[in-house]
């Protein structure tokens, strides 16, 4: 039943009045609604960074931590500025929002504990600045259900800690840690190094797109894997910048172009349009997700990316449109046009966007919809070209520096169902440089010559990158095959005998005298 209209203007108030108030204190059942808000696990590692960013940090680590074939943990190491106990309870109590400077990438107050539940049961952080001695906290499912019970981590468990990194966190720094994380929980058995390959992948993926400019600028980023039960470690790679924006030669002249938005509550935002060259390899073009889900507006928070793609109810995305790419820095005071998911991975924004963005020029007064054009323009161009198909290969994995995966990626097509070929180095015959193990798509590298080819140092995972490259480039065809053919083992024992003896042409010049 609908109110009359002269009862509706007598009883509308613009303000509801209130008599008295109630403290209501969050349920433990919170819990639940703070872990389960969708993060994905790149998503939740990135807000870890994000801190250390804040924190003043130029040096951060990822370190998943495996026993054996289980791996057990998941650490985020970093030389910030550290916390004490009076900024470690802040840090860990739910639902506080600290004060954020206006060029922070932190927001909300809840990445650390919402990214980090919604993956692990139990989440520690240990810090310590130049004048506090080593502290730390930890909260846990049960705990938060426990009405928000924060456990205080033994101080001398923290200082073996804070030690252990030691060549990290001299003099201040921060650890957060993860323990019985799900999705390690399900790894089944032998399958460890095939999920630690993926999710390294995703996560280098992800860390090198979101925060390529932080990186392009000297942020120390690597991702780690050691051995709990050995001390080994036995993979790591740095995490290089995939700037979206990172063509050699845009793909019309002319670009990239300033486009000024009228958008109503901000004023004039600037449209960064750029253009990519057709059918072009590059990893920021082809590596960072589905074409088709990259075109569009990549809007930036002091710096961080927090949308990679889309177009924001402006239009639908079309395969002709894939070269089209918008960046645009999010203003300070945006007066709600603007509002960045908790996860800082999408941006939603009202009609006073779309319009001005409909009704935006570049200095010449050409309309946006020109820049759209001539990016349909640019694939139809680059569609109608011919191209010389190439191959595709096996990838390279493990024991291969990530310059030269990325590089095989933007040059060649890769067999999507073979899992990649890795490069290990290990005890042989002496009459061996290399061998093969077909079955679980391994280059055998003898280690009695390790130190040869790393200046007579032992060497990290990814070492040796010539070496190791050349060896794929003339091996990778010989996976994945059915009959293995005389001819082809002769081929490798040929070269096998060819690159011993270059091998023991190497050592002898190392070990020459100088006259």
């Not at 680590?61 to 802040?90: K, Y």
């Not at 070929?421 to 440089?433: C, G, M, Q, T």
Request: charged letters at 25%.
């Amino acid at each position: 039943m609908s109110p009359s209209a002269s009862s509706l203007r007598a009883n509308w108030k613009y303000d509801v009045p209130t008599q008295g108030s109630t403290r209501l204190p969050p349920d433990a059942g919170y819990a639940k609604a703070l872990t389960n808000q969708g993060y994905s696990f790149e998503a939740a590692v990135a807000d870890l960074v994000d801190n250390s960013i804040d924190a003043g940090a130029d040096a951060v680590v990822v370190h998943f931590l495996r026993d054996a074939d289980r791996i057990v943990s998941l650490l985020v190491l970093d030389n910030g500025r550290g916390m004490d106990a009076t900024g470690l309870d802040s840090a860990m109590t739910v639902g506080r929002r600290r004060d954020y400077g206006s060029s922070a990438l932190g927001m909300y107050g809840t990445g650390l504990k919402a990214g980090s539940l919604s993956h692990a049961e139990s989440l520690t952080v240990i810090s310590r600045t130049r004048r506090s001695a080593p502290a730390g906290h930890k909260i846990t499912h049960e705990g938060i259900e426990d009405g928000f019970r924060c456990d205080t981590v033994d101080p001398r468990f923290a200082q073996q800690q804070i030690d252990v990194y030691d060549g990290l966190i001299e003099w201040q720094g921060t650890i957060v840690r993860w323990d019985n994380v799900r999705a390690f929980d399900t790894v089944a058995p032998g399958q460890s190094e095939q999920f630690l390959s993926k999710a390294i992948s995703q996560l280098e993926t992800h860390l090198g797109l979101y925060l390529h400019r932080f990186l392009s600028r000297g942020l120390s980023l690597d991702i780690a894997v050691w051995d709990v039960s050995t001390g080994d470690e036995t993979d790591h790679i740095s995490v290089d910048p995939l700037d979206p924006f990172g063509y050699k030669v845009p793909g019309k002249p002319g670009y990239p172009k300033k486009f000024l938005a009228p958008v109503k509550g901000v004023g004039e935002l600037a449209l960064e349009a750029h253009i990519w060259p057709a059918k072009s390899g590059h990893a920021g073009f082809r590596q960072i997700g589905p074409l088709q889900e990259r075109q569009g507006f990549y809007f930036y928070r002091n710096d961080r990316l927090v949308q990679a793609g889309g177009w924001n109810n402006l239009r639908a995305s079309e395969s002709h449109l894939v070269l089209a790419r918008i960046a645009v820095d999010l203003p300070q005071d945006s007066d709600g046009v603007f509002s960045l998911t908790v996860k800082k991975d999408g941006v939603e924004v009202t009609p006073a966007f779309t319009h001005g963005v409909e009704q935006a020029a570049d200095s010449e007064d050409s309309p946006f919809s020109a820049f759209l054009a001539d990016a349909e323009a640019a694939y139809r161009e680059g569609a109608s070209r011919s191209t010389i198909e190439r191959a595709p290969v096996i990838e390279p994995g493990k024991g291969f520096d990530p310059m030269v995966k990325r590089a095989v990626r933007e040059e060649l097509p890769v067999k999507s169902a073979e899992d990649p070929i890795r490069a290990e180095w290990v005890p042989l015959p002496e009459d061996k440089f290399f061998d093969l193990d077909r079955d679980s798509h391994a280059i055998l590298l003898n280690k009695a010559f390790r130190e040869d080819f790393n200046d007579g140092r032992r060497g990290g995972s990814n070492d040796a990158p010539v070496t190791k490259t050349l060896l794929y480039l003339l091996l990778q065809d010989c996976f994945g095959l059915g009959r293995w053919e005389r001819k082809r083992a002769d081929r490798i024992d040929y070269w096998n005998s060819i690159l011993l003896a270059s091998v023991h042409a190497q050592r002898e010049r190392r070990y020459r005298p100088s006259s």
